[in-house]
């Protein structure tokens, strides 16, 4: 249990923060200013002010992270009147820091009680100073002053030029695009470290890689490695999926293989173990793939493999959309785990292809064109495009919170079916 837990907090962890990390390079990039870059979520445990403006913050629960972006709408920030703040007020008398937090004493500054403030266009704080309510006084705000939040985190004011909404469109459609794609190239980059461990890429042929082990039954009848299985009991096999298929139906049963090796066939006859797999009897004669073991083929295997199980997820969602949607088919943090249970079962290998999986699944939902996701960023983005101006904020807002609803509605839906599925049935 331990392990696993391990393992779920690394993997998903891993895939959170490569996603957030290409929002936030791409944002960066774009001259739009990231206000805050947390790994884990929850209280602040440490920070530090970067010298671009961006607070890296590390926050108790080791799960995941974010980016706050300047401007978007996930990131507020509001002085309402009432509040009280303290002001430290550089050389050149503009206010540099605003302190909200009644845990921070970095300084004494003014004291403040706001009534208004302008922190993005004319860049202003105005108030009662030390509790005298008979005048208002207003300070001018530095472009790059900070605010320290409730809890402690100091993070830079984000006026109108460093914002989301501020920056070019295609710079903007970038920014929403580079969460799920950094989530592909971190599926091609797992793959091959998966291709290393495994000490190579299975070719997926009739070639065959003998068990080096004294129980195996086609070492014993002569089979060598790098022998290729060209028909099993007559029945013809091109391909290492041709040749389980035609083996496995035959445990404890003499079976004849046609063997080429080189320009010479020969035919073996092997009688398979009887091995039982998920309650079925199944004939083994131990062999495994025959693997390439070059550096060229363990990187191409990267980009292969993803695509692969790119086109497989593609596959799984038409099926779904189709007509035969079942919440079965999904799998929320809960199942996430229980799998995460499995995958540590098989070592690194496992966790790697786990990794990978979740990875496409992850850059293939964020691409979906639902609201509140970056798919449904990206869809706005090309509306925008096409309409020469953006939506409304209203209208923007309103569509997001319809899609923040339904993947709430979803998620909530997802994580109770799955309880039933792993703990209950």
Request: charged share 20%; no cysteine; proline share 3%.
């Amino acid at each position: 249990m331990i392990t696993t837990i391990i393992t779920f907090i690394i993997v998903f962890g891993i895939l959170v923060i490569v996603h957030e990390f290409g929002h936030f390079y791409f944002a960066k990039r774009g001259g739009i200013l990231v206000r805050e870059f947390s790994i884990g979520m929850g209280p602040k445990l440490v920070y530090h002010r970067g010298k671009d403006g961006t607070t890296y913050t590390l926050r108790l629960l080791p799960v995941g992270g974010y980016v706050r972006v300047a401007g978007a709408e996930d990131d507020e920030e509001e002085l309402k009147p009432g509040t009280p703040v303290s002001l430290y007020v550089g050389a050149d008398e503009k206010v540099e820091r605003i302190n909200t937090s009644k845990k921070s004493t970095l300084f004494n500054g003014i004291p403040l009680e706001v009534t208004a403030t302008d922190l993005e266009d004319e860049l202003w704080i105005e108030g009662y100073e030390n509790g005298d309510e008979s005048a208002i006084k207003r300070y001018a705000v530095a472009h790059d002053a900070t605010v320290i939040e409730s809890d402690g985190t100091e993070l830079q004011i984000a006026p109108k030029d460093v914002q989301f909404q501020s920056a070019s469109l295609g710079r903007r459609l970038m920014t929403n695009f580079a969460g799920p794609m950094n989530n592909i190239l971190l599926a091609i980059v797992t793959f091959m470290l998966m291709s290393f461990a495994q000490g190579g890429v299975s070719m997926g042929t009739n070639q065959v890689q003998v068990a080096d082990s004294p129980v195996s039954v086609a070492k014993q009848a002569g089979v060598k490695t790098n022998d290729k299985i060209t028909a099993v009991n007559g029945r013809k096999t091109t391909s290492w999926t041709d040749l389980s298929t035609a083996i496995q139906p035959l445990a404890n049963k003499k079976t004849t293989l046609t063997i080429q090796r080189g320009s010479a066939t020969k035919h073996i006859t092997v009688t398979p173990k009887g091995e039982t797999s998920n309650g079925k009897t199944v004939g083994m004669i131990g062999i495994t793939q025959a693997q390439d073991k070059s550096i060229g083929a363990i990187l191409a295997s990267g980009f292969t493999q993803t695509w692969t199980m790119t086109k497989a997820l593609f596959g799984a969602l038409w099926h779904m959309v189709s007509g035969h949607f079942s919440l079965n088919d999904l799998g929320g943090p809960v199942a996430i785990f229980a799998t995460t249970s499995q995958a540590t079962k098989f070592g690194l290998v496992g966790v790697l292809n786990f990794l990978a999986f979740l990875s496409i699944n992850l850059a293939i939902v964020n691409l979906l064109p639902i609201p509140a996701l970056d798919g449904g960023k990206i869809l706005l983005n090309f509306i925008e495009a096409i309409r020469r101006k953006p939506l409304s904020e209203n209208v923007e807002a309103a569509v997001t919170l319809i899609g923040v609803g339904f993947l709430v509605l979803l998620m909530l839906l997802v994580t109770w079916n799955d309880i039933e599925r792993y703990f209950i049935h």
